[in-house]
């Protein structure tokens, strides 16, 4: 055991370490989702090219990566030293720490979440009746890092097998120390809440969470002291509802639910792998799909909504809303509003200094004002912008100055400038994204050397022997891109690919998940 006063020692050196280098604590670099981290200094337009720039290693893993790779630099590993830390989680329930610089390296440390004195295994894509995550589901948000406890938050499902009577599931939120993986805080949680209502799968007048039935795909969320974390299905397999908790970050206890739509059904947070946000005043903010709506005749359900949620004592509470005057036909549509994640913008000039854009599954970008949401009105919506889009949105915008890029369904990469509130079409890629499209990030050295990253991935059914495909385009012109991973693939094919899987770049390397390995790109030696 390490002594209390050594472990202080240790959390401090971390976060005085952190404040002066790059680190990647939540998914898309921030609360506000922007996707572009701007204190990359060594990929730049000019170097990153077949020639200079490809991959130099992977990560093994035990399973599928999903979640988005963390990173924290000049952490001390108990025993091995000063490691810059590659923070890795797959559908194994397995959490990797490895030496971020050193691909192919054993980890640093690894743990399983599995319970091996009760038998506990990952939850199958049989049990789930779904196969868009095979062969089985364990963790597949991006955790989120505490710098000031040195605490990593994962959520992970597991079930444990009866030869006589019904399987178990449970969901439990973890939190382990980012030095060795060891649980903290009285660990692990387990995920269990009701709430009064008549909707589906309602008994003696409650909904209760079903850890079988309600998968999560976005990412955790770290805000306001507290954890967030949140729900949807698995392929639409009933009865499930959208469902938000809030955590306390240093006893694990339950702050807060809510059951966005307790009186009906469905109405999941999906957010394609991307995370819901936080604004500077702690409003959190969160998509919901397709479900039933009844919030502007006085119910309480809201489906096909984007909420403006604040955690008040212990109780989230939906402080605003914005839902399409036609939520009735898109929720018909299969047309989610919440197929894609929030990105919150920084303030803006003008009338509407607070916005938000959010892409949806029916190939529409709204570009919504915080601070007035518009709620819900038959005639038309008060939107301060709607842009169309040639493809549905799954996964999230980035931003980068003045410009939001976005690549849709079926659709090239898109570049958008941003100009009193509205959306305009700069600049599209040559080369097209095929579903679902790709959520991208952007690298920059503050207002210069941008260079928007994004990932083909793997389609709903398509197979599951096609590869990654990184791209790098010159954020200044996207046209041709100036990278490819299949340019040379003999060197630099990446391994078989997920879906939804958003590069992270970080100190001059490229990070992604795949079925079996992270993958890891920069300049060659």
Same mark, same amino acid.
């Given at each position: 055991?390490?002594?209390?006063?050594?472990?202080?020692?240790?959390?401090?050196?971390? @976060?005085?370490?952190?404040?002066? /280098?790059?680190?990647?604590?939540?998914?898309?670099?921030?609360?506000?989702? $922007?996707?572009?981290?701007?204190?990359?200094?060594?990929? $730049?337009?000019?170097?990153?090219?077949?020639?200079?720039?490809?991959?130099?290693?992977?990560?093994?893993?035990?399973?599928?990566?999903?979640?988005?790779?963390?990173?924290?630099?000049?952490?001390?590993?108990?025993?091995?030293?000063?490691?810059?830390?590659?923070?890795?989680?797959?559908?194994?329930?397995?959490?990797?720490?490895?030496?971020?610089?050193?691909?192919?390296?054993?980890?640093?440390?690894?743990?399983?979440?599995?319970?091996?004195?009760?038998?506990?295994?990952?939850?199958?894509?049989?049990?789930?009746?779904?196969?868009?995550?095979?062969?089985?589901?364990?963790?597949? &948000?991006?955790?989120?890092?505490?710098?000031? $406890?040195?605490?990593? %938050?994962?959520?992970?499902?597991?079930?444990?097998?009866?030869?006589?009577?019904?399987?178990? %599931?449970?969901?439990?939120?973890?939190?382990?120390?980012?030095?060795?993986?060891?649980?903290?805080?009285? !660990?692990?949680?387990?995920?269990?809440?009701?709430?009064?209502?008549?909707?589906?799968?309602?008994?003696?007048?409650?909904?209760?969470?079903?850890?079988?039935?309600?998968?999560?795909?976005?990412?955790?969320?770290?805000?306001?002291?507290?954890?967030?974390?949140?729900?949807?299905?698995?392929?639409?397999? #009933?009865?499930?509802? !959208?469902?938000?908790?809030?955590?306390?970050?240093?006893?694990?206890?339950?702050?807060?639910?809510?059951?966005?739509?307790?009186?009906?059904?469905?109405? +999941?947070?999906?957010?394609?792998?991307?995370?819901?946000?936080?604004?500077?005043?702690?409003?959190?903010?969160?998509?919901?799909?397709?479900?039933?709506?009844?919030?502007?005749?006085? !119910?309480?359900?809201?489906? #096909?909504?984007?909420?403006?949620?604040?955690?008040?004592?212990?109780?989230?509470?939906?402080?605003?809303? /914005?839902?399409?005057? #036609?939520?009735?036909?898109?929720?018909?549509?299969?047309?989610?509003?919440?197929?894609?994640?929030?990105?919150?913008?920084?303030?803006?000039?003008?009338?509407?200094?607070?916005?938000?854009?959010?892409?949806?599954?029916?190939?529409?970008?709204?570009?919504?004002?915080?601070?007035?949401?518009?709620?819900?009105?038959?005639?038309?919506?008060?939107?301060?912008?709607?842009?169309?889009?040639? +493809?549905? +949105?799954?996964?999230?915008?980035?931003?980068?100055?003045?410009?939001?890029?976005?690549?849709?369904?079926?659709?090239?990469?898109?570049? %958008?400038?941003?100009?009193?509130?509205?959306?305009?079409?700069?600049?599209?890629?040559?080369?097209?994204?095929?579903?679902?499209?790709?959520?991208? &990030?952007?690298?920059?050295?503050?207002?210069?050397?941008?260079?928007?990253?994004?990932?083909?991935?793997?389609?709903?059914?398509?197979?599951?022997?096609?590869?990654?495909?990184?791209?790098? /385009?010159?954020?200044?012109?996207?046209?041709?891109?100036?990278?490819? &991973?299949?340019?040379?693939?003999?060197?630099?094919?990446?391994?078989?690919?997920?879906?939804? @899987?958003?590069?992270?770049?970080?100190?001059?390397?490229? %990070?992604?998940?795949?079925?079996?390995?992270?993958?890891?790109?920069?300049?060659?030696?």
């Amino acid at each position: 055991m390490i002594p209390l006063s050594n472990c202080r020692a240790l959390i401090a050196f971390a @976060v005085a370490a952190i404040s002066a /280098f790059a680190q990647v604590t939540t998914s898309q670099y921030d609360n506000q989702r $922007t996707g572009a981290t701007l204190h990359e200094k060594t990929l $730049t337009a000019q170097n990153v090219n077949v020639r200079q720039f490809g991959k130099l290693g992977a990560f093994k893993v035990d399973g599928p990566v999903y979640a988005q790779p963390l990173f924290l630099p000049a952490v001390e590993v108990p025993r091995q030293g000063i490691h810059d830390l590659l923070l890795v989680a797959t559908e194994h329930d397995s959490v990797y720490g490895f030496d971020a610089n050193r691909p192919g390296d054993p980890p640093l440390w690894q743990v399983s979440l599995l319970d091996k004195a009760r038998g506990s295994v990952p939850v199958s894509e049989d049990d789930a009746q779904c196969p868009f995550i095979r062969p089985e589901v364990g963790i597949t &948000s991006t955790p989120v890092i505490d710098l000031q $406890t040195g605490t990593l %938050y994962v959520l992970a499902r597991t079930k444990i097998r009866h030869a006589a009577s019904a399987d178990e %599931y449970f969901q439990h939120l973890h939190a382990l120390a980012i030095t060795t993986g060891v649980e903290k805080f009285g !660990g692990p949680k387990l995920i269990s809440a009701s709430v009064p209502g008549k909707g589906a799968g309602t008994a003696n007048g409650q909904v209760a969470f079903n850890p079988l039935k309600q998968n999560s795909r976005a990412a955790l969320l770290l805000a306001n002291s507290a954890v967030y974390l949140t729900w949807a299905s698995s392929c639409d397999v #009933d009865p499930y509802h !959208g469902w938000v908790m809030a955590y306390d970050p240093q006893t694990l206890a339950q702050r807060a639910v809510l059951n966005v739509n307790p009186d009906g059904g469905e109405a +999941g947070i999906w957010a394609s792998d991307t995370g819901p946000a936080a604004d500077a005043e702690g409003n959190i903010y969160v998509p919901t799909g397709n479900g039933t709506f009844d919030a502007a005749s006085g !119910g309480r359900d809201y489906g #096909d909504s984007v909420l403006k949620l604040a955690l008040e004592g212990s109780s989230l509470s939906i402080h605003d809303y /914005f839902t399409p005057h #036609d939520q009735g036909q898109l929720s018909n549509a299969d047309s989610d509003v919440g197929s894609s994640g929030p990105l919150l913008l920084p303030d803006q000039p003008g009338a509407h200094r607070h916005l938000l854009l959010q892409p949806t599954k029916g190939s529409v970008i709204y570009v919504i004002d915080r601070d007035q949401m518009g709620k819900f009105r038959p005639d038309g919506d008060a939107v301060v912008d709607e842009v169309r889009m040639a +493809g549905g +949105g799954y996964g999230a915008m980035a931003y980068w100055n003045g410009h939001a890029f976005f690549a849709a369904s079926d659709d090239c990469l898109r570049d %958008y400038s941003i100009k009193n509130g509205h959306l305009a079409l700069n600049a599209s890629s040559a080369t097209k994204f095929a579903n679902p499209g790709a959520t991208p &990030s952007v690298s920059a050295d503050g207002k210069k050397n941008a260079i928007v990253w994004a990932i083909a991935t793997k389609t709903w059914n398509g197979p599951d022997n096609k590869p990654a495909v990184l791209y790098a /385009f010159d954020a200044a012109k996207l046209g041709q891109p100036i990278y490819s &991973s299949e340019q040379n693939s003999q060197r630099d094919r990446a391994a078989m690919a997920t879906r939804f @899987v958003i590069p992270v770049v970080v100190n001059g390397r490229v %990070y992604f998940g795949t079925r079996t390995e992270v993958e890891v790109y920069g300049l060659l030696k």
